[in-house]
Every structure is written in C-alpha cells, then in structure tokens.
C-alpha cells in the first residue's frame, strides 16, 4: 500500500478521510441528505485520532480500483458491517458489501452497511454507494508480522501427526476494495462503543423517531383480501380485546401488483376513503404495500417510461429516483391517492434481489447511474422520496417497512424485514440492525405449535416493530386458542410501555442511541462465544476449520430493560448472562446479581431484567391503541435499592413540530433513603410542547429482599 490519507478533525471524535475524488461519486450519507447533527456530536469530549500516522494506507490502481487498509490486529475484535443475521462479530470473514435478499450470509444481505466498530474503541464508515469486497483481519499476507509454522496435514507413519493447523490466521489488518473515482472514510473515535454508534447516528443526522402509533400493534391481513374481511377482522380484534394499531393491506388492495400500479382495486375496495376513514375512527392506521416496480397498466407508466432504467423487473419498469421528476411524479400520485384519504404509510417490497429478480449490473438509468451502485441505493433512495417528499414535507410523521437500506439511513423511519424465519436469526437481527443505523422487524407469520407461536410472538412484541405478518397464512393473534391469553397480556405489555418506548425513541432522534440494541454496547457486558473446534468431515467440513459460536440472544430495549426471548432449542430453558451489577425480574422485582449466567425456564412470559435503579415511566392500564394513550394515567415502576431517574419525552405524537422545538420532557426522580419508603419526584424539564400522557396514577417498588 503506497499511500497514506490525510484525515479532518471535523466535530470531536469524528475524522474524514478523502481518497482520490469522492466527489464524483454516490455517497450514502450525501445522498440520504440529513444534516450532522454537530451541536450534539460537539457535547462530546475530543478525543485522540485512533491510529498512528501512516496506518491507514491505500492505493489507486490503473484499473480505477481502490484497495484500502485499516489496521486491526488480531487481538482487536471487528463487528457489524451492516445487517448480518448470522451473527455480529466479523473476525477472519470476508464479505461482499453488496444489497441482497437474505441468504448466502457472505455479507450480502437487505441492508450491507460499510460500517465497523473495533473493540479498541474506534468505528469507520466507509461512505460510498459502490459494492465493497471486506477481508476484515484475514492473514495471509506474505509480510505479515506474524506466520504461523506451516503443518504438514499427512505425515508419513514414523512423523507424529499435525496440531494446530493454523491455515487462515487471523490477519492484522481490515482490508477493503473497489472500484470507484473515490471513497470517502469517517472515522469515530469514542470512550464506548455506545458512544461510537451514537455518533455515527448523530453524523447521519439523528435516528428516526415514528409517530406514536407505530409503535403500537401491526396486523397484516391476507394478500387478498377486500375491504369488508378487513374491517371484519379488525372488529374481531375489538372482539377479542386484542390491541390493534395498524392494519397492513398486502399487494391485492391494487387493481394490478407485481408489477404495480398503486391504485385502488375497486372491486376489492369500492370505497377507499371511507375504508381508511372509517379505520382511522377506530384509532387504526392503514399501510399500503407495495413494489415500486410500475405496470404498463398504471396510469403514471407512460410519464415514468422515460425516467426508468433499461431493464424490468416483474416486468415493470424501474423509475430512477435519484432524478427530481420521478420523485415528484410518485409523490403526488401517492398523495392525492393515498395519503389525503388518510394512508399512514407503506411496506416496500421487493427493493433487495435476488440476483434474477432485479436489473442486472449492466443496466442503465437515465441519471447516468448503472445497475450495481443504484441496486446499492434504491432501497434508501425510495426513503428518501417517500419520507422526505410526501410526508415531511405534509409535516405528517410515518413509519413504515422497507426490504432493503443501506449507510445514511439512522433518520428513515422504516424498519427492515425479510422472507428469511429463522427465528435466531430474528433474534440476533435486533443486535446486528443496532450498529448500523438501521430498526429490524422480526415478524411473526407463522408457527408449527402454540409454543412456538407464543416464543415468536414475543420476540416481535419485543422489538422495533410489533407485527403480524398474515399475508400468506392467514394467522391472527388468536390462532392458537391454548395461548390466546397469553398473547393478549403480552401485547398489552407492548402497550403499555408506549411511554417508555416513544422515549427510548426520542433518545434515538436527538442523542443517536438505538432504542433496541446489541449488548455489545452495553457496560459491564461479556461475549458468550464458545469455539467448537473442527473435525474432519469429508463431506461438511473437509479442512476441519473450527468455528465461533457466538450468541446474540438477548438485548436491550431502551435504557434499563434487557429481553431474553425463549426459541428454538432454547423454548423451554435458556440460560442469560446478567452484565455485572443487579439485575431485578421485571415482573416480580426479585434481585440477582450480575456478571453471571442464569437458567430461566419458561413460565409463558418473555424473561424481562431490568437495571438497578431502573425508573420506568409506563401506562397504568392496557389501552387498545396508541389513540388511548393519550391523556392516560401512568404507572412509576422503580426497581432497585440506589437513588434513581427517568426521562418521559413528549409530543404531539405525529408531526415534525417536535424539529421545532415543540416538546416536553418530565423527570422522575426516586429517592431511596435506609429504612424509608422510596420517594417519587416529578419535574418539567422543558415544556415548550404539548402533552401526551397523562398524569401518575401510581408508584410501584418492585425490587424484592435480595
Ligand atoms: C413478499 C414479502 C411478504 C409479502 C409478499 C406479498 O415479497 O416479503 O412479506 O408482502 O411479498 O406478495
């Protein structure tokens, strides 16, 4: 490697390095268009450049083709580089940085984010819309500092055998390539990993914060279905006393889908207006999906044709939105047609692969740009149109789905999801999405038994997005009778948290913390991984390489409560490691202490832990959506022995009015003095916005005797 980059101080904590001339190129964070957020990123203390000068080198090659190389010895462990459900940790892997459906596991994935945090203290961003190839710390350099002693692997009789075959060591080094006029690096630097995420949140303009209903309760009906089996079903739910907050149209409320025209079918929906204002009365929020593949029965095809790219893709035409005119086309479409009937939002299907579903590479779009880089951007590119276009600019906050994102996109209020069920991997896409400013849905769908269906159910209860997805299966909360209460309890707890959730949520907006996140970030908190060594298997393991076996299992939800879903071979007991300090059950408030693993058997109940002096802010009773929240009474749950507080952020809960200012923050304060009764305080500590929740019904102490 010749070259070494200069790198700008550009906030406290945060460098840019320029390589050739990334202007001429896509950037994610450009592209995305949100603002850094410097007045929060300069609240943080300065910090030292993370490497000596001359570590990072690159070369520029003839062929246009960028290698780049970060150091990163061995002994430094690397995680993220995007939403990977097989796991966080990226030691020894190398990885093809490329947008697709979830599968193969070698990177390629519905959101590849070029992001990475060492355990040295230090995350780097590489910020370019071209597909990158990763060797994170794969060693085979030849002048590498340390080689291990080749091992003859058959020894003649008389030569005792090998140990230790160390044939792919650990390399030394993060190692990155492209193609491209030029790359641009951010470099973070921060006192915790924590710290790093938030900044790379903060530099891509804050994280998203939904409307409060989205955070309630998501029913999707059958992909067929009319507008009278949907409101059928939503009375069911009222039957039934189940929470309900959005309803999810799947592809047949269109006259035509795959590919798409994006209006009404009228034999399905006769009435849409009256469909979504009636829903809207109840408290429900409709979401539209959608592909945004055009049908050439669409009524916006023709004006589209030439603003799309050379090739189909479910034999629709492909709009380029990097372009203004396409933007402006899809959006006032879908605002005369959708959202001022009173549309919520959309689920954006099919944004991601495979490889035979979408453009090939070759292909071309009128903005000039080729198939490769626009696959890597379309997902981010449909957010921004859709969030920046249609519902800012109608000062209306939405939250929706998409099936693929990328770097830049902290502040779209979409969360991920994929055809994909396993449900460990679900689990561990909570962690993965959490460092690198993107929110997974682990829906649930479908279920071989009541105890299974309960073990998802909660893993989507507890998670950015609560959702049932029914499209294909036809399944409602209540398809399995023996469980039916269970369920009801569990997404009443979901809605009865909505004050602590939409704060957690703020945090994300205004401070960069993912509301859901990897415990890696997490003080006090060890890695459960285990090394199974390799045995030589001709047919599945033919160079007997060991493996790590990392568990992601648990997380944490907001700033106190830690979630350790039952699944698979771990539906009846699983074991959770308790990060040092004391940990309380939250539902009984009895006390363990920390920096240990624990057995849990499986009660029915999501196994909840929540932090010493943990103050939770929640709804004294169940409501059926996040209409009735409004005004409710709250619950001050405190859990533990040391002096405690909480924040309860405030707004109107659906309009960007809160950019302005227009939002109030309470704090609770406990007291908790030897020998007395915990004291519950409540302070205004801004109050420039209007109310949401109501006032404290009741203080519970929930820590029992240790
Ligand atoms: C799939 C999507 C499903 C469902 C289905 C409808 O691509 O992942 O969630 O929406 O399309 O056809």
Redesign the pocket.
Known sequence: MTEAPEAVNIAPGVWRIRIGTPEKEISYSRLADRAPRIKELEAYPRQEFPFAPGDIRYTIGADHSIGIRIPAPPHEDIFGFGLQLDGIKKKNRVMDLRVDHWGNGKGQTHAPVPFYLSSRGYGIYINTARPLKVYSQVGNRKDAPFIPTPVDRNPPPDEKPAHGWDAQPIGDAVEIQTYAQGVEIIVFAGETLQDIVAKYNLFNGGGALPPLWGLGFWH?VP?QFTAEETEKEVAQFHDKNIPLDVIGL??GWMTK??PCTFEWQPKRFPNPARFTENMLNQGIHINL?E?PYISPEAKLYSSMLPLSGTHTVWLGIVPDYTLPESRKIITDQHKKAHLDIGVSGY?T??VDGFDQWLWPDHAQFPSGLGGSVMRQIYGLTLQKTYQQDLFRKNNTRSYGQI?SSNGGASGYSNTI???AYSHGQFINGISSASLCGVLWCP?I?SAANSQEWLCRMQTAIFSPLAQL?A??DGTKPWSYPEVENQIRELIELRMRLLPYLYTAFSEYNRKGIPPFRAMLLEAGFKSQEKIVAGKLDARDNPYATSQIVERNDQYMMGPDIMVAPFYEKQSQRRTVYLPAGTWYDFYTGKAWQGNTSITVDNDGKVPLFVKEGAVIPMLAHPVANAREALNAPLEIRYYGRTDGSAELYEDDGTSFDYEQGQFKIRRFTVTNKEGQAPILEEKVIKADGPSLFGTVKQFSTMSQEK
């Open positions: 999707r992909a799947e592809p889908s795959y999906w592909n689920k299907d099919e099936r999801y994929s055809d829906e769908r997805n499209w294909a």
